[in-house]
């Protein structure tokens, strides 16, 4: 259904930008988990407006409550049921989108698909939306630590418009990338991504770009060919992120200029373990892990809402302009780096636990 | 679940490529919809083998039977089951993946994750398995000609390598794309196109590329935020193709270098109509259709079972060398086009079903 | 999965009986239908306890909070999360809960299951948990009341132990049910049935019995065949109440000793429309509606917590003895007649909005 | 979906009565199980016509064929696609269902829901349909066998009309049930039931009656509260047959007259295993199983095709008789037996499954 997502691991998300709250409802966590709010709360921070000077000034520390599926601690096997009040709401910021549909924004669509919409914000299309997803991930990332322990999940700033990181995606850090506003592990080019956001926000404009993601140790085996290949679940979990507009995987689009012979991962044993001597592949072949990073890249395009004026039309289907008030995010990729995680996470998870589900006969 | 694709247009592929036969099954289609093989056949001979001589040379018609489902030439509303014989196999042909794992290909990521595989041709991996899908897309297609009469879904081969279609893709027809064997609708680029597959053939290599497709008068509202979004449900059912290794919608990745102020879509009234002045969104925002062209862009990686011999290691954990025999597309593009079609298909009919059954309401 | 139910309009449950609350999350209602907290507390005061000296004493006001999908007094189509807080929730009623399994109480198959149980109060298996249920089928009667206005359903006590109503289950009203506390329409049986409970009650013991419900005015052509035959889901619905045992639809169990000639209902013309002269199939023949009223029975066992001293065993594995205290019903049935109400208000308005994704082509 | 059951195990079922065939798709089913036609072809043996002089004299020998899914004996972990061909369809034998709707059918219901049916028999609602489940079931009995060795489930004729088998349902063996036609483990009651429905027969009439069923050494801890609990799945499973009516699970209907402290079932240590000294839950407590023996009870109607002359109508809506031709059961419960084994199976194989994915931490 639309706003539910995952197989074994499934989670449910709710909420608008303007009302009540938001928040996620887990069924198929596995029991026993230690789990508490202390588990969540990073990963909202990360995501969460006011972090830095490059994102949203929004005031909200959005601190989650765990309502169910935890007792004394650990996780019942229960539907974890986690919410996070809405509390720096301003409706008054957005009169003017009762009106005026904001040019590649949702307002037009939504309108036309349920026949009304939540103008007061984003309503469900705000990317406050995704909150649930980062804490739904959250518990998922427990799950995997348990069971993989050395499984690792990154995601990075890897461009700025035309402005590239540089430098070798197996060896990024999280630290490198925690480092700076932008969540760029290249320091360098880093300061430059910042240089550049300050820049259009200050000519009331936005920029998009990519964020690129590694998943490491990912043990071989998990993807369901033939429809829920891992890339094509991976690709679903991303572009169902606000703002995206494209997803690759290993070799990606530049893979498609190379014969056969420069693009296969040759096999090589290393000592009892088959690997690849090269990677183009991304960690997955036929729809299934063979144990080498998964490699992914994601495409964010410019924030929609801007403060410059545009052309635009009202809900009576008159032209009209429209500059946008409000406080926007004027680069959407830094708060998205532990959104492309969470997808990440959500995906693994569910992944693990349906081949679990599959391979239970003896070897 | 693995095999299952769809929510109300429910689809169940099976089969692998060397066995009894591939086939579909489809729960959720309507009833008295006037369906026979000759709906489906048509499609089914733009997907198979030995159509021309850039693509495999197997020999095997394809043909299909309708097992139930339909009575006297109109649907039940009962599951309809549609199965192709294979006809073709010649597992001799592939003695050698007994022992070898084919790199880049399914081999060892089957055998990681199932613990067995069926090494006589690709198994399920193998692109026969696209079949069910095609067959199904005919029957979705035509329901989508009931219901949307002008609703249109054109895919065509955009690059060969660095060899890039010219034109402009709002303009692309059917009968360009048909008239010629790359099925690439830039007449002057194809010969080209079909040169280089000829070259790489030649010397036992192979070539990939992009795909790319439109939907026109797409009715606007179609899509199902958060997760089931309509570009994320198209990115799981693009990337559930074999070979393929990104996706993008709309300005893709190359919308990362522009400004918001660039590449929002000016809205503007065409007489009561609401119409974009551009179209970087693809027609889609905010995860639902917004009546404008779709357009997306599918990468294909060159083929990987190729001629020439590759390093690779065998089942018993030694290194080793292999090439392949068998009769292998040099370049998939050309076959791959009804699938990007057919997946595209898929997903609209699905998600026009569930419009319906949402927009229940007086407005 | 677990806790969720239904295709299309979904409902995603969550909460124990001590913990921040309980709740639902509802994905799939259509938009732009009336809704307010008012529209649902009436359904769970029905349920509430406290409601009448023949069941808990528990102080629980129940009161239920919309925190999203709703946006000035309409659905706006996005999931609506519906939560009512714990608040008399005494963990000190339940040490011994900790230690001692309640015979044919949940404790010992949760244990087994999970690992781990919330021993403060029921946890999950409360019928606490039921007021999620409630709450979405006040949200589904509205959408029915909407597309189908004749549409009536009803449920009462037609049994507690050997005590049976008389009466005409087509002539039943809801006046008559709700005028007496254990929600039997035959006043006179009422009185005994209330007698009856007190009586078990004073001697720290429990009853069973069972409720019947009439579905009025439903129209032919529900249910989906195989699988979701409308009394297959039926069946399941109720099954999935706490403490239920059996389920019938029409004739039921008595039917099996009549003869074909006698079951059959014969089919007769009623002006335009097709009638049968009996209605021995409940409603329901091939797994769909006829259009005729839709009886069925199910069968609650008595509460398994009760006062008396009963053999058990503890979580150490020694025999042991236990004698419940906490406030618990003698008698579940009249509390358990609006939630026989809720189950099949959800699983009518999951397959009306079924049929009309299936119904679309013009007949 | 309509014609799919389960969430790990998840089989399709297709087909009609007059058609190509009918058949099942299997996914989820665990890779490297040994499997070929051998082991299904039992099942489907004792469910076809013409095994005995009590049940319809169609000579159907329901041979089924492997189409998918498995390699050299070995589940393949891919879908397993299984085929029966219908041989002796004789649709002259159904003219008159054309036109007039069979009493207490799925004629009528059928053409108000799908504006169509298949009239040349029974079409989807015919109970050929349940080949497909018998043959999944195999395969499901398969996978339990090597998980659950000594899990056993046994179905018998418990009634005929008001014939009653006596004997206590633990000591049930297979060799009894299958010693005589009617599938009653108790000889002497066995053949009065089929001296009854040689009767009723050559009255042109038929009969119903009860089903019961145990599932001995079932695993504690299968079932998925609260929507999924055991016996709700196995209500659903059980109701989707075809001329059911009832179900109960342990002390069922009979159990509402019990007091709780007559009801309750004591725990007691037996060696190291907690243990219940009565099984009036059924082996099933809080949706969930506690390790006793699963008991239950269908009821099936007489059939509702019959020679003698009934009143009904036609499709032109004019009142008629009708006296069906073609060959009918007299009685279906000796066929409906390895039916009700089959849904068992099925259910139980998928919680089995299921209770995997989620029990994968530590304990």
Same mark, same amino acid.
């Given at each position: ?5 995952? !197989? ?32 969540? =709360? ?37 539907? +974890? ?12 910021? @957005? ?18 698909? @349920? ?14 939306? !995704? +909150? ?6 959250? /518990?998922?990332?427990? /799950? ?37 506003? /932008? ?10 991504? +910042? ?89 997955? =072949? ?26 635009? /039309? ?50």
């Amino acid at each position: 259904m639309a706003s539910t997502f995952g !197989t074994l691991f499934r989670i449910s998300t709710w909420g608008e930008s303007h009302g009540g709250g938001v928040g996620v409802v887990i069924d198929g966590c596995p029991p026993r988990l230690p789990l508490t709010e202390a588990d969540i =709360q990073p990963d909202l921070d990360r995501r969460r407006p006011g972090q830095s000077d490059i994102v949203t000034p929004r005031k909200e520390d959005d601190a989650c409550t765990i309502l169910s599926g935890v007792f004394r601690g650990l996780t019942l096997g229960t539907p +974890i049921s986690i919410m996070v009040r809405n509390t720096d709401a301003r409706p008054e910021a @957005y009169t003017e989108m009762e009106t005026h549909y904001r040019p590649s924004h949702a307002d037009f669509t939504y309108q036309s698909k @349920y026949g009304i919409r939540n103008w007061e914000g984003g309503g469900r299309s705000s990317a406050r939306e !995704t +909150i649930g997803r980062v804490a739904a991930a959250a /518990v998922a990332k427990k /799950v995997l630590r348990t069971l993989h322990p050395d499984l690792e999940i990154l995601a990075w700033v890897a461009a700025i418009q035309d402005i590239e990181a540089e430098g070798d995606s197996n060896a990024v850090t999280a630290a490198q990338i925690e480092a700076n506003a /932008v969540r760029c592990p290249d320091a360098v080019t880093a300061t430059r991504m +910042i240089e550049r956001i300050r820049q259009v926000r200050s000519e009331g404009d936005s920029v998009g770009g990519i964020i690129e993601a590694v998943i490491r140790n990912c043990p071989a085996g998990l993807g369901e060919p033939v429809f829920d290949r891992l890339e094509a679940d991976l690709a679903k979990a991303m572009m169902s992120l606000p703002a995206t507009k494209g997803f690759e995987v290993g070799s990606g689009f530049s893979g498609t200029t190379l014969r056969g012979s420069e693009h296969n991962d040759a096999f090589r044993m290393e000592g009892a373990r088959v690997r690849t001597t090269s990677n183009l592949s991304g960690g997955i =072949q036929g729809g299934i892990s063979n144990g080498e990073p998964i490699l992914l890249r994601v495409a964010f395009k410019p924030t929609a809402t801007i403060a410059r004026e545009q052309e635009t /039309v009202t809900v009576a289907g008159e032209n009209a302009t429209l500059a946008a008030r409000g406080r926007h995010d004027p680069c959407v990729l830094p708060r998205a780096v532990p959104l492309v995680e969470a997808m990440a996470a959500l995906v693994l998870c569910d992944h693990v636990l349906r081949q679990r589900a599959l391979d239970v006969l003896p070897r």
